[in-house]
């Protein structure tokens, strides 16, 4: 079984490289960022709060979001494992993830860090929004996003850092040689 977060600023290839990992090991993709947008795409009650965080680019707390969670995790269990993409964020988050990965005996394999300049990830995300009908893909909305990361997330590597789980991998390469590195490590563990 493997159990892997992936994580990297807005922008870094997490969906696109999670997309890749689950495909290539048989795992279960949760992405944090597309479970909460279905929600808001719904229309519910509850989407709708959800709608205006993410509009912002600032976290949607968790009270609105660890029950979506755990049920999608119960919803899409898979014995081969999972990749979290966009979950954890925060310290908090880091917390409530190792209470639910204990909850279902579940233990955590590796977490993969994207590493990427701003200046490459504004590009990337200003090329895709264009296109991918985010109301988050706007620049000052990104630059919000880019400031949460640093706030709020950048401070949960250190965390995976200690638990020798943490994984390093130059996100600025071509898709295919970003795959292949993750690849390498993902062999060692
Ligand atoms: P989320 O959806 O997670 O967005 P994000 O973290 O800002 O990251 P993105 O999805 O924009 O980028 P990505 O790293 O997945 O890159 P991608 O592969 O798409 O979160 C959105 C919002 O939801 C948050 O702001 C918050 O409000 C809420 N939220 C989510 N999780 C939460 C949580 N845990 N707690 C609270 N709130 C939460 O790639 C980007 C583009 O670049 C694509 O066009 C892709 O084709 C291209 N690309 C990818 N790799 C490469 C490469 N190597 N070279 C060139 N182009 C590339
Ligand atoms: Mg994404």
Known sequence: MLNLIIFGPPGAGKGTQAKL??????????????????????????????????DEGILVPNELLTNLLKNIIKKKFNAQGFIFDGYPRSIQQTHILADI???????????I?????????LKR???RGKTSGRSDDNEKVIKNRFRVYHQETGPILEYYQEQKKLINIDGEKTIKQVATNIKEEIKKL
């Open 21 to 54: 990992i689950a495909k290539e090991y048989g795992l279960t993709h949760l992405s944090s960022g597309n479970f909460l947008r279905e929600e808001v795409v719904s229309n519910s009650e509850l989407g709708q709060k959800i709608k205006k965080y993410q």
């Open 125 to 127: 995300l200003l090329l």
């Open 101 to 111: 990965l204990k909850e279902n005996n579940l233990q955590l394999t590796g977490a």
């Open 113 to 121: 860090n994207l590493k990427i300049g701003e200046e490459e990830a």
